[in-house]
């Protein structure tokens, strides 16, 4: 696909745009990560619910992790797709789109309309959008249950209004033919790498008091340092 690109007419352009690929989708799920590992070492009721549902995959195959967790294995992880997707919605790693223009006045929305005007730079707030508490009741509220399709009457599947969310209130990867490349990338290493993780670490907060705290928000444009120091001990050792 680079290559048939003009834009990128040599070698060092397509590594250079490699570079970025990879730079760009390692950070992300870096900081998705910590954020992930974060609120299941908060909520012990959530992070308990989650280990029951990955632990036992990783034990099927503990003498052999490399190549016994394979592609199928990680697949049925729906519990902890929840969190996952739940840790994205309250802070997305990305929290805004780069800036983008369009080449002649543009009418948007539907009950408010407004104009883009040719030329000038606007950005969304995925943050903004995913906290809406329009959209999500309880915005600063961790709950995986919002993306729990099969539980019954699942209140937390709707807006405040009792209707059924906007399909884009969730956008962490963005949307349409701008959504982020690495949408299937950043999925398929959490899946493969929190099973291993908490096969082999646990997590809990030093001090109990911090874990009632809030956290600053963390995303590629930084953070406030998080004063909540956290004790890893090994649950599983490694085999070599």
Request: glycine share 4%; net charge neutral.
């Amino acid at each position: 696909m680079l290559i048939e690109n003009k834009v990128f007419d040599s070698d060092a352009m397509i590594i250079d745009e490699m570079i970025t690929f990879f730079a760009a989708g390692m950070k992300t799920i870096q900081i998705s990560s910590t954020n992930l590992v974060y609120y299941l070492t908060k909520h012990d009721d959530i992070r308990e619910k989650m280990l029951k549902e990955i632990l036992p995959v990783v034990e099927k195959v503990k003498d052999n992790i490399k190549d016994g967790l394979d592609h199928d294995s990680v697949q049925d992880l729906d519990y902890f797709n929840m969190c996952y997707k739940e840790c994205l919605r309250k802070e997305p790693p990305a929290a805004n789109t780069i800036n983008q223009t369009v080449d002649r006045d543009t009418v948007v929305g539907t009950t408010q309309k407004f104009t883009l005007k040719k030329g000038v730079n606007f950005m969304f707030s995925i943050e903004s959008i995913q906290n809406d508490p329009i959209q999500w009741p309880e915005p600063t509220r961790f709950e995986p249950d919002r993306f729990n399709t099969s539980l019954p009457n699942n209140k937390w599947l709707l807006d405040a209004n009792g209707q059924k969310r906007n399909p884009l209130a969730f956008c962490p990867f963005f949307g349409g033919s701008r959504s982020c490349i690495g949408k299937a990338f950043a999925e398929t290493c959490v899946r493969y790498t929190f099973p291993i993780i908490y096969h082999h670490l646990e997590f809990a907060f030093v001090d109990p008091v911090k874990q009632k705290a809030e956290k600053p928000y963390y995303s590629v444009a930084g953070s406030k340092e998080l004063d909540c120091p956290v004790k890893v001990t090994i649950r599983n050792k490694v085999i070599r």
